[in-house]
């Protein structure tokens, strides 16, 4: 498998505390309430970017960023370059990546994680309409596509769609 989500690295695993004491102390005042989770932004509008190459990547990437990679841009774990698309026999040599509203990056050109259709190297997760140069993006699941979802994306802290070039929660 070849590493084309590079924002998937491994979680650290949670360390417990040293010396905890077996019981917790009395409170001597009220605790303040838990701060809340960061909610990245609603709405934000897709920027097509013309600026990715393989040997510098993208520079200053912001979310609403897009932008099209070359197959073979990512490395494997061995270090090496992959031939052709690893998910398709049908690609045009080139996967569209979205900059999430959270800064994840999004392979909307790849295989979603809970792809139904493993195997199948013909069909896509998600089906793009409209165009990401001019902003009119949107992706969905109306054509040849498994039964991943409803066309969203969930990178573990955004989950939403790409409608009419602008993320929707």
């Known amino acids: 498998m070849y590493d084309l989500e590079p924002w998937k690295a491994p979680r650290p695993a949670a ?4 010396d905890a004491p077996a019981t ?13 989770a960061a909610t990245p932004p609603a709405g934000v509008r ?5 600026d990715y190459d393989r040997e510098h990547g993208l520079k200053d990437g912001q979310p609403g960023d ?7 841009a990512f490395k494997s774990p061995t270090n090496e ?3 052709g698309c690893p998910n398709w026999d049908n690609c045009d040599g080139r ?3 979205v900059i999430c509203p959270d800064g994840r990056w999004w392979n909307v050109d790849g295989r979603a ?3 139904s259709m493993k195997d199948d190297r013909q069909h896509r997760c998600w089906i793009r309409t409209g165009s990401p140069e001019d902003g009119t993006l949107s992706v969905g699941k109306a ?9 969203s994306i969930d990178t573990g802290t955004y989950h939403g769609m790409l409608t009419a070039g602008a993320f929707n929660p």
């Open 15 to 18: 360390t417990p505390a040293v």
């Open 24 to 36: 917790p102390a009395a409170p001597t005042e009220t605790p303040a309430p838990p701060a809340a």
């Open 46 to 50: 897709l920027h097509f970017r013309d």
């Open 66 to 72: 897009c932008f099209y990679v070359p197959c073979g």
């Open 81 to 83: 370059i992959p031939p």
């Open 95 to 97: 996967h569209l990546y």
């Open 113 to 115: 994680g809970n792809c």
């Open 143 to 151: 054509g040849p596509t498994c039964a991943a979802g409803a066309g």
